[in-house]
């Protein structure tokens, strides 16, 4: 893993990182503990490592839970290079929007695709990550992420026993996701946008419910696809703390 | 409103009161600010005031958020009389559950005369107790309260313009409770038992989705209709705090 630049404002670390062509950012607490609970974050589809949104909510875990926190690009998105396929998927993709015909199918190919790529990058930047004093290598590691970032870490959480509490939601339902669903057990946060002109309302209803996990919330909200109100964030924090401990409270 | 009993444990003042024949319980933080922001519990059916999970909730917004707490009993419930009609509703109710019959309808005409009855009740209260110098006279105040105690809340929030934030759900739903529902437009969590035995799940995703609100979100987990997980009473605090302050944050 190479860092590859720093900045520290309001009290928090930030640095941008490589790992083989995999590229990311970790956030630290600069006054903080070593080994923090660890919380991945990931992008939606067509997002990338500094969206705005998960830039924020990156922020907010390291300032309000002393959190550390990592994201990568998704392959294909932000500074990674877009291959041939992954280029006529989201041609596709637009071309189908543009025509007002139903983009589900196209999608479903192409977030399974991404996710069989990412979910070993994820383990190996994770590998990583626990070799870095400020993250803690016993503890359990939370995973955050919606749409591209949900189809992406339910496979991950199925086969990766160190993330033992996740937030998704949003995403479009395919088979194979839902498989995984049933296939998890840990604790799970599941948001709902409640008026998702694109996502049936139904089969976000029906993955909930497929999830094998004993403690499942679903937090349903009105909006579309990208509003997320931000108290979720505020949210996530507790959900955390509940499942992960919190530097801060331990610190406390 | 007369105080009938006063007890001190754990930074919890806790005081019986009667109001006419109305009996209840008002908790206020022992070393805390005056004019606190006000929450109002309701008791769920067959239960009352000092039902255990209500007084643990109780203590929980007055230790934790700084809140000044109070509930009552309902008509026929705890310390009050109940009448010869309502202990035919309650033995029809019991009979039609024993027989394996549906109890939907008894308990439909049961808790709306209930809270014909509990929401002038509830008012009468709101007005002795932002008399008190323990209440803020001028902020919101909030209401919290599932299966019966969201029976009355719902006609009592529409009717009531001084509660601006309100917790409901597990509730029974009939035609008035959807109509009441469309008229609400306070930010509402609202909490759905996803596996009730006696109440349709769709049912209650239907009434979610009736509220007139902006800003309502729908908490989902798995269990029965006596089943909400403690953590949900955490995240309450966060609720009311974005919604009526918090006395804590306020003096922090």
Do not use: C
Not at 52 to 58: E, I, M, Q
Not at 108 to 125: C, G, I, Q, T
Not at 126 to 146: I, R
């Amino acid at each position: 893993m190479h860092f590859t630049a720093q900045t520290s404002s309001n009290g928090v670390i930030e640095r941008d990182f490589t790992l083989d062509d995999v590229t990311g950012v970790f956030w630290s607490p600069a006054s903080g503990s070593d080994h923090a609970p660890l919380v991945l974050l990931g992008h939606g589809g067509g997002l990338h490592k500094r969206a705005p949104g998960l830039v924020a909510r990156a922020q907010h875990l390291v300032t309000t839970g002393g959190y550390a926190v990592a994201t990568i690009d998704a392959p294909g998105h932000g500074d990674r290079t877009r291959s041939a396929q992954d280029r006529r998927w989201v041609a596709a993709m637009l071309r189908a929007r543009a025509e007002g015909e139903p983009i589900g199918p196209i999608v479903a190919d192409y977030n399974s695709a991404l996710a069989e790529r990412a979910v070993p990058e994820w383990r190996m930047v994770l590998d990583a990550l626990q070799g870095l004093p400020e993250v803690g290598a016993d503890g359990g590691v939370g995973y955050s992420g919606m749409t591209l970032a949900s189809a992406i870490g339910l496979p991950l959480t199925v086969i990766e026993p160190r993330i033992t509490a996740a937030i998704f939601g949003g995403v479009l339902v395919y088979e194979s996701l839902v498989e995984a669903a049933r296939r998890i057990t840990v604790p799970i946060q599941f948001l709902l946008p409640w008026d998702d002109a694109e996502i049936d309302r139904q089969s976000g209803l029906e993955l909930f419910d497929a999830f094998g996990s004993t403690e499942k919330t679903l937090h349903a909200n009105p909006g579309g696809h990208h509003q997320v109100p931000w108290f979720e964030a505020e949210d996530s924090i507790g959900f955390f703390a509940r499942h992960l401990g919190s530097a801060r409270l331990t610190l406390a």
